[in-house]
């Protein structure tokens, strides 16, 4: 009978211990501001990929700027990413005419003559070659990178 017992109570140990153990990270809000030159661009995408680690729901940011180039990101899985080291890259696609693509004022989905090019220069437009780096801590975060217009 003691035996018994004891195996239930390791057993239910166990258990516990493997729920509690399978909850989904915390996700660390983040903020702050891009710019290209020192010029913000509305819509100047900024991507958080992680490093050393696989790509997930919670591991996986994407954000734009608005015309002020403060940045509002977020994971699939909410606002903010969990906690850790990310590469960032950018892309910043115009028009033709030197516009920002996808402007409250333009119809850039329908126009299927619109001809853009990204003005964010190699290699911080490329995810796997970007030097920067930030790391996400617990609690909120605050990202703030002027995108230089000639490689490092």
């Known amino acids: 009978m003691r035996y018994d017992k004891m195996l239930r109570f390791l057993l239910v140990g166990f258990l516990l211990t493997l729920v509690a153990g399978c909850g989904d990270p915390p996700l660390n809000p983040i903020d702050g501001k891009v710019t290209l030159d020192g010029k913000p661009y509305e819509r100047l995408l900024v991507y ?33 990413l969990a906690a850790g080291k990310y590469r960032v890259s950018f892309n910043c696609y115009v028009s033709k005419n030197g ?23 190699e ?30």
Request: net charge negative; aromatic share 6%; glycine share 10%.
């Open 48 to 80: 958080f990929r992680p490093i050393g680690r696989k790509v997930d729901s919670f591991r996986m940011g994407v954000g734009e700027t608005d015309r002020d180039g403060n940045l509002g990101l977020r994971s699939s899985a909410g606002d903010g």
């Open 123 to 152: 290699p911080y437009n490329d995810p796997e070659s970007s030097p920067v780096e930030f790391t996400i801590q617990s609690g909120t975060n605050t990202f703030e990178y002027d995108i230089p217009s000639a490689a490092p």
């Open 99 to 121: 516009k920002a693509v996808g402007l409250s004022s333009e119809k850039a989905d329908d126009d299927r003559t619109l001809v853009t090019e990204d003005i964010v220069p």
